[in-house]
């Protein structure tokens, strides 16, 4: 099993920037890529981003791209999300998730089903 546990979410004004934080803990050499996913109000998750573990290959959301980059610390078994030029459309909770080694699933179709392991979440509110 593998636990994750975000940090770093909190209130920003319109234009600025958040770095996200994702600690793995547990079989963490059995994760293959790692991603994050985000809920605003009434609305579905949907993916933000994703890195897999050895290649530093990336993908993005059309939404954040140029304006998100994740990142990750394979010593730390920690990712990153750093979020610059926000806007209060990026309101919501942000998750962590992960996949191990052969459950290539969620990489070439980033949904939530597609994940296997999440965090708890981090509240990100973005004040116009």
């Known amino acids: 099993q593998v636990q994750l546990v975000e940090s770093g979410g909190g209130l920003v004004q319109a234009g600025g920037s958040l770095r996200l934080s994702c600690a793995a803990s547990?079989?963490?050499?059995?994760?293959?890529?790692m991603g994050w996913f985000r809920q605003a109000p009434g609305k579905e998750r949907e993916f933000v981003a994703a890195?897999?573990?050895?290649?530093?290959?990336?993908n993005y959301a059309d939404s954040v791209a140029g304006r998100f980059t994740i990142s990750r610390d394979n010593a730390k078994s920690t990712a990153y999300l750093q979020m610059n030029s926000l806007s209060p459309e990026d309101t919501g909770v942000y998750y962590c998730?992960?996949?191990?080694?052969?459950?290539?699933?969620?990489?070439?179709?980033?949904?939530?089903?597609?994940?296997?392991?999440w965090g708890q979440g981090t509240q990100v509110t973005v004040s116009s």
């Open positions: 890195i897999s573990r050895s290649t530093d290959n990336t």
């Open positions: 547990g079989r963490t050499f059995d994760i293959w890529y």
């Open positions: 998730a992960a996949n191990p080694y052969g459950h290539s699933g969620g990489w070439s179709n980033p949904t939530p089903a597609n994940y296997e392991y």
